[in-house]
């Protein structure tokens, strides 16, 4: 059963189609108030709820990585029939299963915000598959929150599921391997204040990429911490994006 309020929405717009896709744990809850801005210029906006995600934790220790990628697919063609051009913008893990369709799916450009490259180093890695069976759940630690009334309204797992973070691993590599077939135009959004996925990652994924260098963006936030649709630079991050869209749509020929 749903979790109330972290439903997928859709709102039918224009021609210009926009995939929201939340973070890992998280809920569309996390992409709405981004959803409802595309939404105001004018997009056909959808923002999904990946498997095992807005119901209860148990869930996301029983899906494979393919399932939250199935969750993309899916979101794709319900949006693409009824636009010209698709927007990938995602958020964390969201903004992972992004750039990895991206690479396979036309999609006019792509947006990652809070993107991990791959893992920061952790002796428990190596024996994550151990650990998981032991402990199924782990802490998320420290919050990096910078708006504390957008932290008191937000839904997530309170847990990391572990057999999930072992699917995220194998995501990762997918997505690594995937970042040189990407060409569409694409923007990259980090905050130097994110500690769960530290702004380094941003420049890795750049270096990465198949897309020509003119058409790479990045902003760098100073005033968030990891879910900068949610947090104090919300607005930047909201007008940012709608340029990037506006300034794409443009040089298509």
Not at 3 to 19: A, I, Q
């Amino acid at each position: 059963m749903l979790v109330k309020k972290t439903e997928p929405f859709y709102f039918p717009g224009n021609e210009t189609g926009c995939l929201l896709i939340h973070g890992f744990t998280g809920t569309p809850m996390e992409m709405r108030p981004l959803g409802e801005f595309l939404a105001k210029k004018g997009c056909s906006v959808l923002g999904i709820r990946l498997a095992g995600h807005g119901t209860k934790i148990e869930d996301m220790n029983r899906m494979i990585w393919q399932d939250w990628s199935n969750s993309i697919l899916d979101g794709w063609h319900l949006l693409h029939p009824n636009t010209s051009q698709v927007f990938l913008i995602g958020l964390s893990m969201g903004a992972v299963l992004a750039l990895y369709h991206a690479s396979i799916l036309p999609a006019a450009g792509v947006v990652s915000m809070s993107a991990p490259y791959q893992f920061e180093p952790d002796p428990r890695l190596k024996i994550l598959p151990l650990y998981a069976k032991i402990i199924p759940y782990a802490s998320k630690g420290e919050s990096d929150w910078q708006d504390p009334d957008a932290d008191e309204t937000h839904f997530s797992y309170d847990l990391y599921p572990t057999k999930g973070l072992i699917e995220l691993s194998d995501l990762l590599k997918n997505m690594r391997a995937a970042l040189p077939d990407i060409t569409a135009p694409t923007m990259l959004i980090h905050s130097s204040q994110d500690i769960g996925v530290p702004p380094h990652n941003m420049s890795k994924i750049s270096r990465a990429l198949g897309t020509p260098v003119r058409d790479v963006q990045e902003l760098l936030l100073e005033n968030s911490g990891h879910v900068v649709t949610r947090d104090l630079d919300k607005d930047l991050v909201f007008e940012a994006i709608h340029q990037f869209i506006q300034d794409t749509l443009e040089s298509l020929p």
